[in-house]
């Protein structure tokens, strides 16, 4: 069983810029495929930011595309989401995600991920 922990989150102004870390230990065999999720509140969660670990194939929500940038460190186990240029819409907890396959066109979509972590919270504070 692969567990994925986040770090990185924390409050930052207007503008301001955060990198996300998520470390996935255990059986890293299902991290072919890993995502980022935010949750704001009262809303959905929604996805992100993508990739397949094999170092291709990023995709991003409209809403993040240009300021956001998802990577992975593949020595390291690793997968970072930095992000830039913050909103106050961009406020929520943020999880990353695992799953050992994903089609290309559900990669953002919540219920294609098997493994979670427990999230971390960004706040925009203007």
């Known amino acids: 069983q692969v567990q994925l922990v986040e770090s990185g989150g924390g409050s930052v102004q207007a503008g301001g810029s955060l990198r996300l870390s998520c470390a996935a230990s255990?059986?890293?065999?299902?991290?072919?495929?890993m995502g980022w999720f935010r949750q704001a509140p009262g809303k959905e969660r929604e996805g992100i930011a993508a990739?397949?670990?094999?170092?291709?194939?990023?995709i991003y929500a409209d809403s993040v595309k240009g300021r956001f940038s998802i990577s992975i460190d593949n020595a390291k186990y690793t997968v970072y989401l930095q992000m830039n240029s913050l909103r106050p819409e961009d406020t929520g907890i943020y999880y990353c995600?695992?799953?050992?396959?994903?089609?290309?066109?559900?990669?953002?979509?919540?219920?294609?991920?098997?493994?979670w972590g427990q999230g971390t919270q960004v706040t925009e504070s203007s």
């Open positions: 995600a695992a799953a050992g396959w994903v089609p290309t066109q559900s990669r953002l979509e919540k219920g294609a991920y098997d493994v």
């Open positions: 255990g059986s890293t065999g299902i991290t072919d495929f």
């Open positions: 990739l397949y670990t094999g170092g291709s194939g990023q």
